[in-house]
């Protein structure tokens, strides 16, 4: 510490013919200026206290993100790391942590929750269309084409496609969240007949009052395929945990893949020829 003061001042060979002090300990000095500053006493090193996670912790983490409004599982990829399918989030990290913290507010803390989702086996914000026919032809197809018209067609195209991005957006993300289904699994009454589950059923008897309308005249009827689509899919959803809850103790419940194809086209297929085959899917 005191040689600190006067070491970076003089060579290494002045400091040892006068002082008679080795090497080392010179390195040390230049070691603590660079650290601490010129004489100034040694940082106490701060004390870490790591916590193990207990098993109940783990379980409402893997609960959380075995739901399938907060993810979507890959039927064909796998984290190499863990050799468990991957995960595709619903919405961005902070999201999920705020609803997590919300359903478990004596789970782990935010810092454990945002690492363990660090990796490969969550993923956000991956193009899955061409994994759903309904999904790649209605959603995202129709987008790439509305974006291709406006960049042939008009020359004050920024705000035109930053619409058209913000309007995906919703109903990638946003329009399913206003869907209501109770954990029975039943459908209630919205008064925005784009989102009134019982409505698109054919059994809402009530006023509508609100509707909407943000929707491009040319693709309206993909569009609103689309609409439909994650409506039956937001409904269905919620029937696996109701329907789970209701079993009994020598009942099974038999989950069928939702991106299986119903008719194989040949007895032997390639990956691309199973995953991107046009036509019906079981979506669930």
């Not at 290494?12 to 010179?26: A, D, F, M, S």
Request: contains cysteine.
């Amino acid at each position: 510490r005191v040689l600190s003061i006067i070491a970076e001042d003089f060579t290494y060979e002045e400091l040892q013919k006068n002082l008679g002090v080795g090497r080392h300990t010179i390195s040390e000095s230049h070691k603590h200026t660079r650290t601490n500053g010129y004489g100034a006493p040694s940082l106490n090193k701060p004390i870490f206290h790591r916590i193990k996670l207990i098993t109940e912790q783990l379980q409402q983490f893997e609960l959380f993100f075995s739901i399938k409004e907060h993810v979507n599982m890959s039927s064909y990829k796998t984290d190499s790391a863990s050799g468990l399918p991957v995960l595709y989030l619903q919405d961005h990290k902070q999201a999920l942590w705020e609803k997590f913290y919300e359903q478990y507010p004596n789970g782990m803390h935010r810092t454990t929750f945002m690492t363990r989702l660090d990796g490969k086996r969550f993923v956000y914000k991956e193009d899955l269309g061409g994994l759903c026919s309904e999904c790649n032809e209605c959603g995202y197809q129709v987008f790439a084409n509305i974006e291709e018209l406006i960049n042939i067609n008009i020359t004050d195209l920024n705000e035109l496609i930053v619409a058209a991005q913000n309007l995906r957006r919703y109903l990638r993300k946003d329009y399913s969240k206003q869907l209501n289904v109770t954990q029975d699994g039943i459908a209630t009454h919205n008064s925005c007949i784009s989102h009134c589950l019982q409505y698109a059923f054919g059994n809402c008897q009530e006023i509508h009052s609100n509707t909407c309308t943000n929707y491009l005249d040319k693709y309206q009827r993909q569009l609103i395929a689309f609409m439909s689509h994650h409506a039956r899919k937001t409904y269905l959803n919620a029937q696996l945990p109701a329907t789970l809850a209701q079993l009994n103790s020598d009942e099974a419940l038999i989950i069928v893949d939702y991106k299986m194809r119903i008719n194989p086209k040949k007895a032997r297929e390639t990956k691309d020829e199973w995953f991107g085959k046009r036509g019906w899917t079981l979506h669930s």
